[in-house]
């Protein structure tokens, strides 16, 4: 529930009523706005003597959060959520663009695509070291060593380093590493994996699971927000239907409703949400004019050649090509796109 303190409540009142809402077992998140602070009381609800807390000192009222997913709620924060790393700015306007190959492969492969995609206009890198394959045969990452190729890569452009983290134990070794920790949507309900990233101090890439309700996903962000990580960003890659033309159907209307749920910025990728490259492009204009806060695109120097993924890599060319478009929607509805 929510907990609306007074405007004139002295800090002392806040501290007091910190110190009810930990004797009834609920963990107290503070949020201090110009005017007043808020109190965020998390945890089991149904226990006994919540009613003393609308009696507390300085307390002006106290409001159920009627979602499920607490923190990730708007009704507790109905101001966006920017989530900055690195050269990476998402959120409230800024429509942040995460570009590069689905795996680290080589050097020469993600530095010259951290040099082209950052040309083209990307804020972010994308490409997998672990990466978590449907078949146990198929290239499995590059691990550390792809992790110091991003770091390389960083190094020769300034761009924020997004990369898949696929076990817990990993979590130190990927935050050393990368300004941003996605998970994969394979992943999204590992509670153990989504405790560790909320302690890891970077920001993080929630992919929704391919069979995952909206709640659900939302309920595994909030896992990361209760660990104590406020810099998530949600991302809709497409959803498992009966369709087969496409590889996931991708449902854009997730990014108008989720906004409409949640204070976290929401990111789009088109490339696993449509595994096609020809579909890319449009998808990605899409998802810009339904109001997404980001776009996270596989782009590789030689998608025949890559080892993942390359039927929906956009070439080095195809994703210049496909920028100025998104910018122009972008800035249709008074946004701005990319860097
Ligand atoms: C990826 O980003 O390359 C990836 C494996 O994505 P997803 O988890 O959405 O399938
Ligand atoms: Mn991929």
Redesign the pocket.
Known sequence: MIIVMKTNATQEDIDQMIKNVQSLGLKPNVIRGTERTVIAAVGEERVAGIGSLESGPGVDEVLPIVAPYKLASRELSPKDTVVSAGSLTVGNGLIGVIAGP??VESEEQIVSSARAVKAAGATAL?G?AF??RTSPYSFQGLKEEGLRLLAKAREETGLAVVT?VVSPDDVPLVAEYAEVL?I????MQNYRLLEAVGGCGRAVLL?RG?SATIDEWLLAAEYILDAGNPDVML?E?GVRTFETHTRFTLPLATVPYVQQRTHLPVVV?P??GTGHTSLVPAMSRAAVAAGADGL?V?VHPNPDKAM??GYQSLTFEQFAQMMPDCRRTAESLDRRLGC
């Not at 994969?184 to 992943?187: F, H, I, K, S, V």
């Open positions: 689905c795996s994308r997998g990466k978590p898949e996605q994969g949507a394979r992943n992919k391919p991302c890659r990728d490339s696993h996270i596989e993942s993924d």
